[in-house]
């Protein structure tokens, strides 16, 4: 099975705190750590640094590689990303999910 690439990002919340978008961070990172099992790699993540202007004023976006689609399936219902999910959703304006398998256009 081919490996399923997860493009996503969002913006926060206006007058969410540093401290908060640290903690969202942390609790991404750990998440992916948790489930290692499921990724060949993942999260790669960065603020938006293009000069392009077309990046709809996204704070974050990031990079996952789950091994297959069964790994993607297993992973979107698993308790761990469900409560990461209920714990960023407050701080969360808007987001994207863009799920991919290499080179299928």
């Known amino acids: 099975m081919p490996a399923v690439t997860r493009l996503a990002g ?3 919340t ?3 705190s540093d401290e908060r978008k640290r903690q969202a ?3 991404l990172l750990k998440l992916y750590t948790e489930v290692a099992h499921l990724v060949n790699h993942g999260p790669i993540a960065g603020k938006n640094i293009s000069k392009l202007g077309v990046h709809k004023d996204f704070d974050i976006a990031f990079t996952v590689e789950f091994k297959s689609v069964e790994a993607r399936d297993e992973f979107d219902p698993h308790p761990l990303h ?5 714990d960023l959703m ?3 304006a808007d987001m994207f999910v863009y799920d ?3 080179d299928e256009w």
């Not at 469900?82 to 209920?86: C, G, I, L, Q, T």
């Open 25 to 27: 961070r942390d609790s």
């Open 14 to 16: 206006e007058g969410t």
């Open 90 to 92: 407050p701080i969360i």
């Open 82 to 86: 469900d409560k990461v999910v209920a």
């Open 10 to 12: 969002w913006k926060y």
């Open 100 to 102: 991919l398998v290499k």
